[in-house]
């Protein structure tokens, strides 16, 4: 026979309003939904404001104070590689936390992840660097940057299942889309102060002073501030209650003991393709990022084009607004047309752009320095960072609804950060040699081929626009 484990009549614990239970047995939010959008929107991002302060650091100061000094190539790569120390790490965050998301709860998993970045950033500000104590420098920042990485495997996941788990009817994608606005907000935050200290104390990437107050000690302000920013969101998380999805689990009695063996054995087809849905939008994420600036500010000598750092931020700070502007339009989208149509018209979109990267940032066609065509620059940008929000937008909806609620966190997690080693680990030092070896047409024939695998995952998943997230009530039966 079977059971609607969906329908339950238990009373609340009295001491708690994390949900209430209404006539037809349904359980709902016990708390205003607008706080459950700032909260989610406000960890995130922090979480990516801790990211990103490094990722900028990584291109403009990391590779002269972190590294010996000599080629300015080989400086870059290093850097780049201790950047991608965190995506190795955001697997076993999104394992670890994911265990405890599945198993304790989303708010206390959620806490902890906010504190594991925002501990790690604050140390990060604190370190001394190679010129003080030489190799033990780097070392240590990418000791930190693991840790970043685990905090941020566990954010993601908990941000996007404590939207969709909280969600109106026929409005997930929608409420799924406020933890991913954190990324350009957090992006906003972290590189907008970062070009405000450029400014206010006259630091040239181009021509930098090893000695001047910008690499002595200004670098870290943006770090230490990230302590702050963590009180913040911890208060608004500690007035969070638990999702009422994960609660009608708890209640039913779902939960299983090992979440990681569980997904790997029911699940194994879901976080492939998950894997490989995600994978074009980081490609797409890190190449309009952390590579295009890396290339931008770098001289003509290490193949960039020779761009002053200040300069190119103010284009990039530009273009990541609208990365914000169509998130918010992916969500209306999916909700609307399904998630699959959405997701593979966006792919397919970006498969083309990927193949105009030659003609947009060949320095034959768009100059060097002082005469970088700029109106062209901008134009890239703004393509490029809108297809990031239509692309990004949906995936806080699809990939927890690949899942059942017993291994969503954790489902949804591997999923997602599996797919930062295969799409954003590499792919800034990927592009770096490629450049350096071929030329910048073929970094967007890396995006082109990201893109391809992307498309054929989604040609073969489910639509789950419609899918119940009390995926257990559907398939459990008693003899």
């Avoid at 459950?36 to 650091?57: K, P, R």
């Avoid at 950033?121 to 920042?141: D, E, H, K, N």
């Avoid at 703004?382 to 995936?395: D, K, N």
Wanted: negative net charge; hydrophobic residues 50%; glycine residues 8%.
């Amino acid at each position: 026979m079977s059971t609607d484990l969906s329908q339950d009549s238990s009373t609340p614990d009295p001491g708690t309003d994390a949900v209430h239970v209404k006539d037809d047995g349904t359980k709902e939010l016990g708390v205003p939904r607008s706080r459950v959008v700032i909260a989610s929107l406000m960890g995130t991002t922090i979480e990516f404001y801790d990211f990103y302060v490094y990722a900028t650091a990584a291109v403009s100061v990391f590779p002269l104070i972190f590294f010996a000094a000599g080629d300015e190539g080989a400086a870059l790569l290093a850097s780049m590689a201790t950047f991608g120390a965190a995506f190795v790490a955001r697997p076993v965050g999104s394992i670890l936390f994911g265990h405890y998301g599945d198993r304790v709860g989303r708010k206390v998993t959620l806490i902890g992840s906010l504190l594991t970045m925002g501990i790690a950033t604050f140390l990060i500000g604190l370190l001394p660097t190679y010129f003080q104590i030489g190799l033990w420098a780097p070392v240590m920042l990418t000791i930190l940057r693991f840790c970043q990485g685990l905090g941020l495997g566990g954010e993601w996941s908990g941000a996007a299942l404590l939207a969709t788990e909280t969600a109106a009817k026929g409005k997930r994608a929608w409420a799924a889309m406020w933890p991913q606005l954190g990324a350009p907000i957090g992006f906003l935050l972290a590189n907008g102060l970062f070009l405000i200290l450029t400014l206010s104390f006259n630091h040239d990437s181009t021509n930098p002073d090893m000695e001047g107050p910008f690499l002595t000690w200004v670098w870290r302000l943006p770090f230490l501030l990230s302590l702050v920013m963590v009180a913040v969101g911890l208060y608004v998380r500690m007035r969070l209650q638990e999702t009422p999805v994960f609660q009608r689990a708890v209640d039913n009695d779902e939960r299983v003991k090992a979440p990681l063996s569980e997904v790997f054995r029911k699940n194994w087809r879901e976080l492939i393709l998950g894997t490989f849905i995600m994978l074009a939008t980081y490609v797409l994420f890190y190449l309009m990022t952390t590579w295009i600036l890396s290339y931008s500010i770098s001289s003509p000598d290490a193949s960039g084009l020779g761009v002053p750092y200040a300069d190119f931020l103010v284009l990039q700070l530009i273009g990541i607004l609208f990365f914000a502007a169509f998130v918010p339009v992916a969500g209306w989208l999916a909700d609307k047309f399904g998630r699959k149509p959405t997701l593979i018209v966006i792919t397919s979109l970006l498969i083309l752009f990927g193949l105009t990267f030659g003609w947009w940032l060949s320095a034959s066609s768009i100059g060097e320095g002082s005469e970088l065509n700029t109106t062209q620059m901008m134009i890239f940008l703004i393509v490029g960072m809108a297809l990031m929000g239509l692309t990004f937008g949906p995936m806080s909806a699809v990939l927890p609804e690949l899942f059942p609620t017993n291994t969503r966190y954790t489902g949804s997690g591997i999923a997602y950060n599996v797919s930062s080693i295969l799409g954003a680990a590499l792919t800034p030092f990927v592009a770096q040699w490629l450049v350096l070896n071929f030329s910048v047409a073929h970094v967007g024939y890396y995006l082109s081929f990201a893109s391809v695998l992307t498309l054929i995952a989604l040609i073969i998943a489910p639509e789950t626009k419609t899918k119940s997230l009390d995926t257990e009530a559907e398939t459990v039966t008693l003899p």
